[in-house]
Each structure stands twice: as C-alpha cells, then as structure tokens.
C-alpha cells in the first residue's frame, strides 16, 4: 500500500502545462488569428491537446453557417464560387474580390510539436454538419522526452451578425 500512494503521490500524468480560457469571435469579415504557447515541453512522455469549441448557429439549411462547398439552390453552384472555387483551404484570406470572400465560415485548429503539425480540426469544410455545432477538439502526442515544446493556432471566420464562434478551455497536459 505504500508503495502505491507512493507512485501515485509521483505521477505527472495529466498535469496542466498550459491553460487559456480562449475567445469568441462574432463577424470577423475575414479570417482571424490566436496563437497560444509555446510551452516546454521537454520533460514529457505525451502530451495532449484539448479546445472545446461552439457555433452560433446550426450549418445545415438556410439562415445558418455556412461550410465550403454548400449549394446555393438558387445558382446550383457553391455559395464560394464566384468563377473559382474557393477549395476549402483556410489557407486562402479572404480579401475582397478573392473566391473566398464573404463565403464560408470555419474553425481551424492547429496542433504543433516544434513547429510541426501533429493534429486539429477544421470544422466548416466540405460536408459540415450540425453534429460539429459544438465539440472537442483533441489529440495526443507521443513524445518521448525528445520535443523541445507545444502550441495551439487557433483560426476563425464568420460573415454576419448572428454568426459568432467561441473555443474555451484551451489545455495542454
């Protein structure tokens, strides 16, 4: 028995190395950027990342998000095609006159190891539904000791008043 309270008493698992309440974003015009870390990570085994997220309006029917490649009934052509489809790439700003100007909605999650891309989400993309209204985000991290450290992108879009995104509880144990 002491040898158990013992290694319980020892354990890091779970230990919170970052923690951030996060934001919402209502009409953002465009695409919006968060950063968070990084943080060392050096003296773990794993590590794993966590965002809870939430929309303000449903994505499936009208008055709604709208995802990438949702068809506009009236024209039979995606809402972002406007003679070049916008290709769901969040990678794409959408500035004024471009493809993705005024046309889709999204959350895009980044999670990074040294810089690299090891996991997240992009909710908004082809086939959205209201299933992915609101959710977790997460993804674990084998490291083994060898990675320097962690963050966390966070990217937003919305076009109009009553279309808001919220991520809070941004953890990284």
Do not use: H, K
């Amino acid at each position: 028995m002491g040898f158990l309270l013992f290694f319980l008493g020892n354990s890091a698992i779970g230990q919170v190395i970052f923690s951030n309440p996060g934001r919402t974003y209502n009409n953002t015009d465009s695409r919006t950027f968060d950063s968070y870390g990084p943080v060392d990570i050096s003296n773990c085994t794993s590590i794993t990342f966590s965002l809870q997220y939430s929309f303000s309006l449903p994505w499936e029917g009208s008055g709604n998000m709208e995802y990438c490649n949702e068809v506009n009934p009236a024209t039979g052509q995606p809402y972002c095609f406007s003679g070049v489809p916008c290709n769901c790439d969040p990678n794409i700003i959408a500035l004024p006159g471009s493809s993705c100007y005024n046309c889709w909605d999204f959350l895009w999650v980044r999670f990074l190891v040294d810089g690299v891309e090891v996991g997240g989400d992009l909710i908004g993309d082809a086939g959205t539904t209201n299933a992915e209204q609101s959710g977790t985000i997460s993804f674990t991290q084998c490291t083994n000791g060898l990675s320097g450290n962690a963050s966390i992108e966070v990217y937003t879009q919305t076009w109009a008043a009553d279309e808001s995104v919220t991520f809070s509880n941004i953890t990284i144990t």
